[in-house]
């Protein structure tokens, strides 16, 4: 029998009844690379037993000599994205020239080949990666002649949400393992997290969202480990098997999502939920706003203001 189409994930992904599966080398996302030379990058491999790189970012003319390190890490459902796609690379762009920071924007392995836990354990080994270049004898000029080490924020675009949700977990306050580089805080957009239980947003909102429930909804089936379901720790953050996240110190966190967002419920109550704990989180909702809109359209006025907030947000941490 002729294996037939079981999953189509944005048109780059396809998965077949045999189980074979297919990846488009072109972005699902077709929108022209704006490099105007404002901002100078360039990739680096982090992780050569998995192939995995990353691409640095720093604007030309910087306003300082150290600036902040800001990770973005990239979204797709952690089944699809990568650090090369244009709505990433310009968005990195942006980054870099409205923060005046250096960008670290990595790669990941991606599911349903490579399943998590993979994901969430390359977006730490990218963190140590900058570790090591912060204690090596011989590090990239390139990166160490601009890098403030001492001032360093992870953040993440929906699944890449996610993945920075569980490296501050892992590192927990201070980010003493990491020495001498110092995480300051997490920047969480549209973070993707889930469960078994639907809430209401997800139960109800649009078919016709940009992530909607049947896109959601694959997108986990092709992630979670075989067999787990969707109170996975690495997905409910909050689910009966989770850690208990009560006691474990965190660094502060801003927490970002559109109120047209399937993922809205989910992230205002991750954010609720450890503020009423005593953690220094602070949550942001953009009304009428979809999944990915400061990515989609990066110069509209809810983008515009969202990367002043997050501007804002290194500033206020970065004392």
């Known amino acids: 029998m002729t294996p037939y189409e079981v999953d189509d994930c944005r048109g780059v992904l396809k998965v077949y009844s045999d189980g074979s599966i297919w990846r488009s080398s072109e972005p699902s996302f077709k929108v022209p690379v704006i490099d105007d030379g404002s901002v100078l990058w360039k990739d680096i491999l982090f992780d050569e037993p998995n192939n995995l790189s990353l691409r640095l970012y720093k604007p030309a003319s910087a306003v300082a000599k150290k600036l902040p390190v800001f990770y973005y890490i990239h979204g797709g459902g952690f089944c699809i994205g990568s650090r090369t796609w244009p709505n990433c690379q310009n968005y990195c762009f942006k980054l870099a020239l ?14 349903p080949e490579k399943r998590l836990p993979l994901a969430i354990e390359d977006g730490f080994a990218s963190v140590k990666w900058l570790q ?39 590192l927990g306050a201070g980010s003493k393992s990491l020495t001498p580089v110092r995480v300051r805080g997490y920047v969480l957009l549209a973070p993707f997290f889930g469960g078994v239980q639907l809430t209401e947003s997800e139960a109800h909102g649009p078919k016709d969202a940009f992530l909607n429930w049947e896109l959601i909804d694959r997108f986990w089936r092709l992630s979670i480990p075989e067999g787990e379901t969707m109170d996975h720790p690495l997905v409910n953050p909050f689910g ?74 290194i500033t206020q941490h970065s004392i």
Request: proline share 6%; hydrophobic share 40%; charged share 25%.
């Open 98 to 111: 409205a923060l005046q920071a250096v960008i670290v924007s990595p790669d990941y392995r991606l599911s």
């Open 240 to 313: 009966p098997v989770s850690l208990d996240l009560k006691p474990v110190e965190l660094d502060p966190i801003l927490v970002v999502c559109g109120a047209s967002d399937l993922l809205k419920d989910r992230a205002k109550e991750y954010a609720k939920t450890l503020e009423s704990w005593g953690k220094n989180v602070k949550y942001v909702e953009f009304e009428g706003q979809q999944h990915g809109f400061f990515t989609i359209d990066p110069n509209s006025e809810p983008s515009i203001k969202l990367m002043q907030i997050i501007k804002d947000f």
């Open 132 to 170: 090591s270049q912060a204690v090596a004898a011989e590090p990239d000029p390139w990166l160490v002649d601009s890098a403030d080490f001492g001032r360093v924020f992870i953040s993440g675009d929906s699944a890449g949400g996610n993945i920075a949700h569980n490296v501050a977990v892992r």
